[in-house]
């Protein structure tokens, strides 16, 4: 595991050339990072274990990525050989970036970017997975995207296109992708997207889910049984010996074909939780163990609303990175 801290991140297609070289010093092939003008693409791999990452940007609103099987470096990443079918963004940027926060754990890479409103964070994440089986597949990549516009600041209901990481959304913009081949179920170079949203059949484009999203989604949304870890975090996880919220694993799991939504595990974030921060602030560290784990909100520690134009907020969910 590694961790880095940058501070006063000027613009994008400099954070996303810090992202890049932590991601290379941590077991990363860069195969290019280039900047045009005030926009930077750079393509990543792990070879023989993760399919290719790339990470650009066309504005200084948002950090994009997207998954691809093959590799064309005079293309851009959108028509890849096969690709991921979207953008996955962390939006809506607000730079310049006071901090920027960068962990490697396993074959995980995570982005924690404190925005230029004190308090507010957005995560980008990207890598493999820790499989559980053996399957041609397992590299993801996810963003927090966010508008700062809308009917809602909070994660109620449905919110439109507002998911954090993992997250819930009913939609397919902002959702993130992993890849998981199935010879069982006739998927190859197979992308499902990370919505926990099951549709009553599935669609040529797959869903996965990992149970993340609020306790008010949980109660509201027609898809409730998916997301279980809202009712965990916000209601019942506190732990006696410390009175702190236990951390939650991000464990996904992808639709199968069939009749009903019928589930498979295909494995574990590493060095990711959820957790809850009723007791904790944003970039506490804890100790746990011989582990030391650094906490943020999803977006905000602000009580969430269903105000128009409210502060993106996130009440008390949060994630917890280990840092060493």
Not at 147 to 163: C, D, E, I, K, Q
Not at 254 to 282: D, N, W
Not at 296 to 323: D, E, H, I
């Amino acid at each position: 595991m590694a961790y880095a801290e940058f501070t006063n991140v000027p613009n994008v297609q400099t954070l996303i050339d810090l992202v890049v070289q932590f991601a290379q010093a941590n077991g990363w092939t860069v195969e290019r990072n280039n900047l045009v003008g005030a926009n930077r693409t750079a393509t990543l791999r792990i070879p023989g274990v993760s399919d290719y990452v790339h990470l650009f940007n066309t504005d200084q609103l948002s950090l994009r990525s997207r998954i691809s099987i093959g590799y064309d470096g005079s293309a851009t990443p959108s028509v890849q050989p096969l690709v991921s079918p979207r953008d996955i963004l962390t939006y809506e940027l607000a730079g310049p970036f006071p901090r920027l926060k960068l962990f490697a754990n396993g074959n995980a890479i995570h982005v924690a970017i404190a925005q230029a409103v004190a308090g507010e964070y957005r995560h980008h994440t990207f890598g493999v997975l820790e499989k559980a089986g053996a399957y041609a597949g397992g590299t993801y990549v996810d963003g927090t995207y966010w508008a700062r516009t809308g009917s809602y600041s909070g994660m109620l209901a449905s919110n439109g296109s507002n998911v954090v990481l993992f997250g819930h959304n009913t939609s397919t913009t902002g959702c993130g992708h992993v890849r998981a081949d199935s010879a069982e179920d006739g998927r190859a170079n197979s992308y499902s997207r990370i919505c926990n949203y099951y549709n009553s059949t599935l669609d040529a484009e797959g869903q996965a889910g990992s149970g993340v999203g609020s306790i008010y989604q949980s109660t509201t949304s027609s898809s409730y049984d998916s997301m279980w870890l809202g009712y965990a975090l916000g209601g019942c996880d506190e732990n006696t010996f410390s009175g702190r919220s236990v951390l939650h694993p991000i464990q996904l799991s992808i639709r199968r074909p069939g009749t009903g939504v019928y589930l498979s595990p295909i494995g574990r974030v590493s060095g990711l939780r959820a957790c809850y921060l009723e007791k904790l602030e944003p970039e506490q560290e804890i100790t746990i163990g011989e582990d030391t784990w650094m906490v943020f909100p999803w977006l905000r520690k602000l009580a969430m609303s269903s105000v128009t134009n409210a502060p993106p907020a996130s009440g008390n969910y949060g994630w917890a990175v280990k840092k060493s």
